[in-house]
């Protein structure tokens, strides 16, 4: 099976920086449409940013400007580099994947990585 892990979440003061990581792992065959969500206390999960499946990037614009996603494609990695932090990022962040694995295209989800931001 495949397997997301995300890492590099942590306690922060506001206007600092953060960068999280996900690695995948597994029986891939492909990778498609790769990103990032958060989901805050008593709130839906949301979309932060993403990779679409041509390539281009999707961003919330609430993080337009201060949230970056990039790609290792050898590593099947994706990572987030946040800055300027503020108190409404804190989440629960989790990498999604819509991966092809032994079988046939899945979404797969990491367990999720705590981000605090402090004011």
């Known amino acids: 099976q495949v397997q997301l892990v995300e890492s590099g979440g942590g306690l922060v003061q506001a206007g600092g920086s953060l960068r999280l990581s996900c690695a995948a792992s597994?029986?891939?065959?492909?990778?498609?449409?790769v990103g990032w969500y958060r989901q805050a206390p008593g709130k839906q999960r949301e979309l932060v940013a993403t990779?679409?499946?041509?390539?281009?990037?999707n961003y919330a614009d609430s993080v337009k400007g201060r949230f970056t996603i990039s790609r290792d494609n050898a590593k099947n990695t994706v990572y987030l580099q946040m800055n300027s932090l503020k108190p409404e990022d804190t989440a629960v962040y989790y990498c999604?994947?819509?991966?092809?694995?032994?079988?046939?295209?899945?979404?797969?989800w990491g367990q999720g990585t705590q981000v605090t931001v402090s004011s």
């Open positions: 999604n994947g819509r991966i092809h694995d032994s079988t046939w295209w899945r979404d797969y």
């Open positions: 597994g029986s891939i065959f492909g990778i498609n449409a």
């Open positions: 990779f679409t499946s041509g390539g281009s990037t």
